[in-house]
């Protein structure tokens, strides 16, 4: 199954112009995120983008209606709260050397085949811009809802700065070209913290320790001081939103939590008195498993340096222990894939991955209702239910009993998004 991009645009088109669209998906089991198990036999209402029902009762006589003859598991969309639709290339450096055309086609080319995969709602965690997002609402491009974080905030030397060590000029917030930009000190990151804000970031996102793809720095480093997170902190909260923070070690998510960072991107070498302080400070846990393991497969040939592969190390072992541990702290837990180039067709794989850690229900509940608390849009995403979005995954098969039906979504009954069937099969 392709995704259907006229049909979506005309949808969209039809609605501008005033036209209100209704239809009944009868007789299927629908998925309670909250308790993850399925009810039913249920019918769903969809009103335009929205779900106006869920019911048990009869349906209206003379309805527009699917049957899906009780063969049928209903979910809401999959989100990921950690993308980088504009990264075609695992070579960060090398991406600020392509023109933002190209970067451009294919980022709406990753973002269909993401919506074909069943991902309806996406954070996008340092690269896309208003520009993306915008298109996507006005169905100029077809693909999921895209929350952006426009350029990560680094300090010299940090994880957004791509430079080697013999390179002085920075181009690392070339628009599309690049996932992070430099400031240092307070005047500094509150001018870039309100510069992303302004060009409508969902929130700010900061580089609070060393990574996998950046030259100059190490795993084990803390990166920005606690008076500059905390500058940035304030910023965001005077915007009502958040901070999420790329952090590995434990020493970094501690800093960030004391400074009011709300999302742990990664947080592989957590330990027991900082999932602790996690819990306290009611913070998430975005982790991103599934890019470790393929970048030990496949992250040369994607285009990732040799030495940079090297430093993926005990990192998907160490991630899946701190799923572990944070789920028995009860730190909520959104589901992240973090792939970059070629890899990110694996992004399904990542539910299979993160299952080592947790229940296929665990991980269904952190890819939806979790990923919708993270964002700020309870009762708009991640659930089947009234007054969200209808954005919905039709199985054949129940996902609580294997959680690699969705690596599979040639064999996807439909996906529906804002209500339109981006994908179902003939029949139906």
């Known amino acids: 199954m392709q995704i259907d991009r006229e049909a979506y645009r005309r949808a969209l088109r039809e609605r501008r112009?005033?036209?209100?669209?209704?239809?009944?998906?009868?007789?299927?089991?629908?998925?309670?995120?909250?308790?993850?198990?399925?009810s039913g036999p249920c019918n769903i209402h969809v009103v335009a983008d929205k779900i106006a029902a869920v019911t048990k009762e009869a349906l209206p006589k003379d309805c527009k209606f699917v049957d899906l003859k009780r063969r049928c598991y209903v979910i809401p969309g999959l989100c990921d709260a950690h993308i980088h639709c504009t990264a075609s290339t695992a070579n960060l450096p090398g991406l600020l050397s392509l023109p933002e055309s190209?970067?451009?086609?294919?980022?709406?080319?990753?973002?269909?085949?993401?919506?074909?995969?069943?991902?309806t709602t996406v954070r996008d965690a340092g690269g896309a811009d208003f520009g993306i997002a915008q298109a996507?609402?006005?169905g100029?491009?077809?693909?999921?809802?895209?929350?952006?974080?426009g350029h990560a905030l680094s300090q010299t030397g940090g994880h957004g700065d791509f430079r080697g060590k013999g390179e002085d000029t920075c181009a690392c917030g070339a628009a599309l070209r690049g996932i992070g930009r430099t400031c240092d000190g307070d005047a500094e990151v509150r001018k870039a913290a309100r510069d992303e804000l302004r060009k409508g970031a969902h929130c700010i996102k900061i580089m609070a320790s060393g990574?996998?793809?950046?030259?100059?720095?190490?795993?084990?480093?803390?990166?920005?001081?606690?008076?500059?997170?905390?500058?940035?902190?304030?910023e965001a909260a005077a915007n009502k939103t958040y901070v999420c923070a790329h952090a590995y070690n434990s020493d970094a998510i501690a800093r960030c939590l004391r400074c009011g960072v709300r999302s742990i991107e990664h947080g592989n070498l957590l330990d027991d008195p900082t999932a602790k302080l996690m819990k306290m400070r009611g913070a998430y846990l975005v982790p991103t498993l599934i890019t470790y393991e393929k970048l030990v497969s496949e992250g040369a040939a994607a285009g990732l340096a040799q030495d940079l592969?090297?430093?993926?190390?005990?990192?998907?072992?160490d991630g899946i222990k701190a799923v572990t541990l944070a789920h028995n702290h009860g730190i909520p837990v959104a589901f992240g894939s973090d792939l970059l180039g070629d890899m990110r067709k694996h992004q399904s794989q990542g539910l299979r991955v993160q299952a080592q850690a947790c229940s296929p229900a665990d991980?269904?509940?952190?890819?939806?209702?979790?990923?919708a608390s993270l964002f700020q849009m309870d009762g708009l995403i991640g659930e089947v239910a009234e007054g969200c979005f209808a954005d919905?995954?039709?199985?054949?098969?129940?996902?609580?009993?294997?959680?690699?039906?969705?690596?599979?979504?040639?064999?996807?009954?439909?996906?529906?998004?804002?209500?339109?069937?981006v994908r179902k099969q003939a029949g139906l």
């Open 392 to 421: 919905l995954i039709v199985l054949d098969r129940d996902p609580l009993e294997d959680i690699t039906v969705f690596e599979r979504p040639e064999e996807f009954v439909a996906v529906m998004h804002n209500g339109v069937f």
């Open 309 to 317: 592969v090297d430093k993926v190390g005990t990192l998907l072992a």
């Open 211 to 234: 990574g996998v793809s950046s030259p100059t720095d190490r795993l084990t480093n803390t990166q920005f001081s606690e008076a500059e997170i905390t500058a940035i902190v304030e």
């Open 136 to 138: 996507l609402d006005e």
């Open 17 to 38: 112009a005033g036209s209100v669209t209704e239809l009944w998906l009868a007789n299927c089991f629908v998925l309670d995120t909250k308790s993850c198990r399925f």
């Open 102 to 119: 190209l970067v451009t086609a294919q980022a709406a080319l990753e973002l269909e085949q993401m919506l074909a995969r069943g991902f």
């Open 140 to 149: 100029a491009l077809v693909g999921p809802r895209l929350l952006f974080v």
């Open 363 to 371: 991980v269904i509940r952190s890819a939806t209702r979790t990923c």
